[in-house]
């Protein structure tokens, strides 16, 4: 493709790709190019100056993007010859377009949007999703080996006797009503929420219950406030639904909307208060409130995402945000994912009284939920105390394989790299220094067949985004974490090697995402 073809062809795809920032747009832009093979090996970029213009952006913009295409080995620059596309070979593609959130997977060849709607687009563009959903050290996944399948299929084994006929229909809208009951007594006692068994809605996750609460809450162009590092698919979900995603940084105390931010109220504002991903950080008691007298002030919802609260090493959670709320704009969405199994696919979204009918009807048409067998099951196993009782005993078990990869981090690297986010949940951040690529890290881990992720990517603004790897120790023994460290230890020591060599200083391992 010519440059000036080239040029003509970002602004026709830049201009229609949504509303986020123009770096971003245009990286992804230029990557997707690379990744399908529209920019052949060789292929000359547009002048930083003259694609500037064209797309109406600083100038600053275009070199930042080119810098990090050069970095991350897409393209090369030449000294007054101007910017060419590397030669790159699938088979290094391949292992990274896991973790990478661009397209490039073998099941989206073809011309650039070929048969896709926009939304089909957006969708691919920023894939988060991953081939490799176990193994050290996959982040957010629990340890599916200590699931209390005796006592699940002793449930299970007598429902079946007793011929579960009702159970194999389809659920009523809102899901079945005993486990709806069941949750909300259960969350009442250990989350401080107030609900009434109505309020439950069933869903299969929290995935789920944020499709349809973006769905029936907020119109296509409607901003929403997610956190400034985010999971990644409160964002894909945001987006694909027509509505305009607004990072908003996160500090020690949660997430801070500055002045101007706050100056254009959203629809929606996605949290997670009681260990923020993937930070970690708990959201103060001050800035709950202070996002709870907002949401009041302006009208808009607010989307609590309590993923992983069961897992505090040391210290009791805060209440529930939707415990503080007086004025019924709280929503707060939870699955089983994490403390029993992800396979299990059950999950529930609690809203305010007067969405109930709404949110029951919704999800009983746009899902057609059913499952009420596995429902059935699960409402006695919280009944007879058997989810508390499993909660107890693998959180003392995680919280021994947390130890063991802090250990590990320690003996390898000392107090050279950052621990953050070790006080909850499933994972850790190893932060590393801005200068080390940590999608490059990340590819050549898996490569030594250690799994992990970058932190990087869970930035809406890459401009300023950190460098760190999310360290799952959940889904891991000690016996499988200490060979695997070891492997990622020796990854992580080239590039710090290398870093030092060419000058890097040692302060840089000291940022964390917040700021």
């Known amino acids: 493709m010519k440059a000036f073809i080239l040029s003509e062809w970002l602004q026709q795809y830049f201009f229609s790709s949504g509303d986020g920032p123009a770096y971003s747009r ?26 500037a213009a064209d797309l109406g952006i600083a100038r600053n913009t275009v070199l930042q993007v080119y810098e990090q295409l050069t970095e991350e080995g897409y393209v090369h ?19 990274a377009a896991s973790f990478r959130e661009t397209p490039g997977t073998a099941e989206h060849k073809g011309p650039i949007g070929h048969d896709l709607s926009r939304r089909g687009r957006a969708l691919l563009a920023h894939l988060g999703f991953s081939s490799r959903q176990a193994g050290a050290f996959m982040p957010g996944v629990p340890d599916v080996r200590e699931f209390p399948l005796k006592t699940w299929s002793r449930i299970q084994n007598r429902l079946w006797r007793e011929g579960p006929w009702d159970l194999m229909r389809y659920a009523p809208a809102g899901g079945y009503g005993p486990l709806r009951q069941t949750i909300s007594d259960y969350l009442n006692s250990v989350r401080s929420v107030r609900s009434s068994a109505q309020q439950v809605i069933m869903t299969t996750g929290i995935h789920q219950g944020i499709d ?3 769905r029936l809450l907020c119109d296509p162009g409607d901003s929403v406030w997610i956190e400034e590092p985010a999971y990644w698919g409160v964002r894909n979900l945001v987006a694909t639904a027509g509505l305009r995603p607004v990072p908003i940084r996160v500090d020690d105390e949660g997430i801070w909307p500055r002045e101007q931010d706050r100056e254009h109220p959203p629809r929606l504002i996605v949290v997670a208060p009681s260990h923020q991903y993937p930070l970690g950080m708990v959201m103060s008691l001050a800035r709950r409130r202070m996002l709870l007298d907002y949401a009041q002030q302006v009208s808009c919802w607010v989307l609590e995402d309590d993923y992983d609260s069961e897992f505090r090493y040391g210290s009791r959670p805060l209440p529930s945000l939707q415990g503080m709320d007086d004025a019924g704009r709280v929503l707060y969405a939870g699955s089983f994912s994490k403390t029993l199994c992800p396979g299990l696919r059950v999950g529930f979204l609690v809203v305010p009284e007067p969405l109930s009918l709404a949110f029951a009807d919704a999800v009983a048409e746009l ?26 005993r ?21 107090d050279r790299l950052d621990v953050v986010g070790g006080d909850a949940g499933l994972h850790l951040i190893l932060a590393l220094p801005d200068t080390v690529d940590d999608q490059v890290v990340v590819r050549d881990a898996l490569r030594e067949g250690v799994v992990t992720r970058p932190l990087s990517t869970y930035y809406l603004d890459r401009a300023h985004a950190r460098s760190g790897l999310l360290l799952g120790y959940a889904g891991v023994t000690p016996d499988e974490i200490r060979p695997a460290f070891d492997t990622l230890a020796q990854v992580i020591g080239r590039y710090l090697q290398s870093m030092q060599t060419k000058g890097g200083r040692r302060d840089d391992t000291r940022r964390t995402g917040t700021q």
């Open 394 to 414: 693998v959180r003392r078990r995680y919280a021994e394989r947390r130890d063991c990869l802090i250990s590990e981090i320690h003996h390898h690297f000392g």
């Open 367 to 392: 899902y057609r939920e059913g499952n009420m067998v596995h429902h059935a099951i699960l409402n006695e196993f919280i009944r007879n105390g058997h989810l508390a009782s499993h909660i107890r």
């Open 77 to 95: 620059a030449g000294v007054g010859r101007g910017t060419y596309v590397e030669d790159i070979s699938q088979d290094l593609l391949q292992p």
């Open 26 to 51: 245009l990286y992804d832009l230029i990557c997707r190019a690379i990744l399908e093979g529209h920019l052949a090996a060789g292929a000359r970029l547009p002048s930083s100056r003259g694609l």
């Open 212 to 214: 349809v609460a973006v």
